[in-house]
């Protein structure tokens, strides 16, 4: 006989990659198996801390997350006094909950794991003080504007770079169709069918007014090649003959979400940058600047 599956989630167990950032094992009854995740620790834990969440892009790997391996996020945060979590895992799966599991893809229900399973057991194993954040990019920037904006006030603030905000309009549900594709998906599992309500439930565009008194920061790159897509960069060919577009892509929605907040009066710190790819140098770069938005909404020195 099948053991049951937990009421709650649990943590199943922790590896260490070295004495401040650790692998955790999450029993996740959403989910309906273990989760990993990967947490970044401050150096000062004499007390309870804020934590940021950070979301991958559609490439996103079980073996880590890009904001550790290419974003510079552990030298960044190495001074940092607050918990820094990574998703490990969910490609394409805009960490959100889909309709039905996918043969591919699995079953996600990031967005419950994401809001309600692993917040708790943070603070309570790792000296969480309750307050909470997210930082996203591409497919993850848009995934940190969804949660944040299907649970008012659930986060202090919201770091989006190079996403795209409009799930529910006819470019943005190819947009993501496209995405999930790329990976073997099947998009109808994740929100239904074209005409679907659950597509535009989780259009940022649409329910902006619920990201009031979330402090926001937004980024991207006009598409033209800049300073990290030059000589000295291996992939610079591929960030600027793909990442280029996406990139130029991301610009206009990022500038559409910007005018909307504005319109609405919702204030939001806005980086749009006259150069820049779709890559990962300039999404480093961007750790630093977007910064000072979540600092202050956390509550850190």
């Not at 990967?38 to 890009?66: C, E, F, K, V």
């Not at 940190?144 to 603030?157: D, S």
């Not at 920061?217 to 003959?241: K, Q, W």
Request: hydrophobic fraction near 40%.
């Amino acid at each position: 006989m099948d053991n049951p599956r937990p009421v709650v989630a649990a943590l199943d167990r922790i590896e260490p990659i070295t004495d401040r950032w650790l692998r955790l094992f999450v029993r996740s009854p959403a989910m309906g198996r273990t989760v990993q995740v990967q947490l970044l620790l401050p150096a000062d834990r004499s007390r309870p801390r804020p934590t940021l969440y950070m979301l991958d892009g559609r490439s996103a790997s079980n073996s880590g997350n890009n904001w550790s391996k290419q974003g510079g996020a552990v030298k960044f945060f190495a001074d940092k006094n607050v918990n820094v979590v990574f998703t490990v895992g969910g490609p394409a799966g805009y960490y959100t909950d889909w309709q039905r599991a996918d043969p591919v893809l699995g079953n996600n229900k990031w967005e419950t794991f994401l809001t309600s399973e692993l917040p708790p057991l943070i603070d309570q194993r790792f000296e969480g003080n309750g307050r909470k954040a997210l930082e996203g990019v591409s497919m993850g920037a848009e995934a940190a504007m969804m949660l944040a904006m299907r649970h008012p006030g659930a986060y202090r603030a919201v770091a989006a770079h190079s996403g795209c905000y409009a799930m529910g309009s006819e470019v943005g549900q190819a947009q993501a169709r496209a995405v999930v594709r790329t990976y073997g998906g099947d998009p109808d599992n994740m929100f239904g069918g074209g005409a679907d309500p659950d597509w535009l439930a989780h259009d940022v565009m649409t329910h902006a007014d619920d990201l009031r008194g979330t402090a926001l920061f937004l980024s991207a790159g006009s598409g033209l090649p800049g300073a990290f897509d030059g000589p000295g960069n291996p992939d610079a060919r591929t960030s600027v003959v793909f990442g280029g577009p996406l990139e130029t892509g991301a610009y206009a929605c990022t500038m559409a979400l910007a005018d909307r907040l504005w319109r609405m009066k919702i204030p939001a710190t806005t980086d749009l940058r006259p150069v820049g790819t779709h890559s990962w140098p300039y999404w480093a770069a961007e750790l630093p600047r977007a910064w000072p938005t979540l600092a202050g909404a956390l509550g850190v020195d």
